[in-house]
C-alpha cells in the first residue's frame, strides 16, 4: 500500500515568487492536513481539507491556501514569499472524522532566499 | 490558546532501561492523543494513538492517559540506540469531527550503548 507521496522534495525559490506544493493521500483517505515545520516553531497547523473543503485552519496569514481535488490529492499555495517560509511542509493524510490516525508524507523542504 | 507541553531534553537513558517521556496539553475537550517519533531529517512516524484514559501496549511502547490531570506519557521499554529520536506527542483540539493535530515541540531522547 503507497504511503502519502509529496512533491517537489525540494525547492529554492526567490523573495517574492509563489510556489504549489503537492500531496497525494493514501488510498481511501479523505482527509489532508497540511503543517509547517521549523527549527523554532516546531510542527505548525496550516489547514485540513476534506471532501475538497477547508473544515480547519490555523493561525497563517492569507499568502497560504490550499485545496483539495475529488479524487482527495491536495495542494498549498504560497503567495508572495518571505524568507521566514522557509521550512518542511509536511502533510498528512488520514480517513478523517476527528480521532483517526493521520500518516505524514516525507516533507518538502523549501528555501526562500 | 491550546497547547502540548513537552520537555525539550535531551533526554538520555542507557540501553536496555525504560525511557519515559511526558506531556501536558491545555484544552480539556481534547479526544485524540498520538506519539509520533521523528528522525533527524525525516518525516514524523506515527507509533502509538490513545483516546481513553489508561493504558495502551503496543510491544515495547506503552501510552497511558489521564485527562483529568491532562497529561500523556510514553514508556519505552528495553530502549535501543535506534530508539534515539525526537517524540513529538501530539493532539487532536479541532473538535466538530474534523482533524488538525497540535503538536508538541518535542522531547530529543538518547540512548546510550
Known amino acids: 500500500k503507497a504511503g502519502v507521496t509529496q512533491t517537489p522534495r525540494y525547492l529554492i525559490k526567490t523573495r517574492g515568487q509563489q510556489v504549489t506544493l503537492s500531496c497525494s493521500p493514501i488510498?481511501?483517505?479523505?482527509?489532508v492536513s497540511w503543517y509547517q515545520q521549523t527549527p523554532g516553531q516546531g510542527l505548525q497547523f496550516l489547514f485540513e481539507y476534506f471532501s475538497e473543503t477547508q473544515r480547519n485552519k490555523g493561525n497563517f496569514p492569507g499568502r497560504f491556501s490550499g485545496r483539495q481535488f475529488s479524487n482527495s490529492r491536495s495542494e498549498m499555495n504560497v503567495s508572495t514569499l518571505e524568507l521566514g517560509d522557509s521550512a518542511l511542509y509536511l502533510c498528512?493524510?488520514?480517513f478523517g472524522g476527528g480521532t483517526t490516525e493521520a500518516f505524514f508524507g516525507q516533507g518538502t523542504r523549501l528555501t526562500v532566499v | 490558546q491550546k497547547e502540548v507541553e513537552q520537555n525539550s531534553g535531551p533526554l538520555s537513558v542507557p540501553e536496555g532501561a525504560i525511557a519515559s517521556l511526558n506531556c501536558t496539553y491545555s484544552?480539556?475537550?481534547?479526544?485524540?492523543f498520538f506519539w509520533y517519533r521523528q528522525y533527524s531529517g525525516k518525516s514524523p512516524e506515527l507509533i502509538m494513538s490513545i483516546y481513553s484514559n489508561g493504558d495502551k501496549e503496543d510491544g515495547r511502547f506503552t501510552a497511558q492517559l489521564n485527562k483529568a490531570s491532562q497529561y500523556v506519557s510514553l514508556l519505552i521499554r528495553d530502549s535501543q540506540p535506534s530508539d534515539s529520536a525526537t517524540y513529538l506527542c501530539?493532539?487532536?483540539?479541532?473538535?466538530?469531527?474534523?482533524?488538525?493535530?497540535?503538536f508538541g515541540k518535542g522531547t530529543h531522547l538518547i540512548i546510550q550503548p
Open positions: 488510498s481511501g483517505h479523505r482527509s
Open positions: 484544552d480539556r475537550v481534547s479526544q485524540s
Open positions: 501530539a493532539v487532536n483540539v479541532q473538535g466538530g469531527g474534523a482533524d488538525g493535530l497540535t
Open positions: 498528512a493524510s488520514s
